[in-house]
């Protein structure tokens, strides 16, 4: 079951832009009854593959792999794991994590890892990687829908950032 916080990465962009959002939201509260959703369920199971292919002992000799995946079959909600996402979806986001690691020489990676910034604020990084040098920092957050999404500046990830920076799970790097 998923741990929602009061603060969270992915609402920071509209707490920052609108502070009041939070109490305005309380007064009309959201059902989570039928909230969920095909494009929704979608990316929950790319997200866990995602989450698989990267989540492995890396003292170990074996590597996932998305053929794994594929052959082995993969669904969430309903929503099958199909070709056109795994070479539409899947294969350019492991070719974007794997361009990061090999750009910043990540060694090291927490997949999935929950940080908290207070009792109520925080939320769990798709992807935290560190260099080997340990002077760079990846954060990655997995987006499979078709709204293009900044990088630079990006509310969430900067959220994601001093969560990891003060979260004694993730502050030694």
């Not at 492995?56 to 929503?79: F, I, K, M």
Request: charged residues 25%; proline residues 4%.
């Amino acid at each position: 079951m998923a741990i929602h916080l009061k603060h969270g990465g992915s609402t920071a962009a509209r707490t920052i832009q609108c502070p009041a959002w939070q109490r305005l939201s309380a007064e009309v509260p959201l059902t989570l009854e039928g909230a969920a959703n095909a494009p929704a369920d979608e990316g929950t199971m790319l997200h866990n593959c995602m989450e698989e292919l990267y989540d492995y002992d890396l003292t170990t000799s074996y590597v996932p792999d998305v053929s794994d995946l594929w052959s082995e079959g993969r669904e969430y909600n309903g929503q099958h794991l199909t070709a056109d996402h795994v070479d539409n979806k899947l294969w350019p986001a492991i070719q974007a994590v794997d361009d990061l690691m090999e750009e910043y020489d990540i060694t090291e990676w927490k997949v999935e890892p929950f940080v908290k910034i207070d009792t109520d604020i925080g939320g769990s990084i798709d992807f935290l990687g560190v260099s080997d040098d340990k002077k760079t920092v990846v954060i990655v957050d997995y987006k499979f829908g078709f709204v293009n999404v900044e990088v630079e500046e990006n509310a969430q990830a900067q959220f994601y950032a001093l969560a990891a920076a003060i979260d004694p799970l993730t502050s030694d790097w």
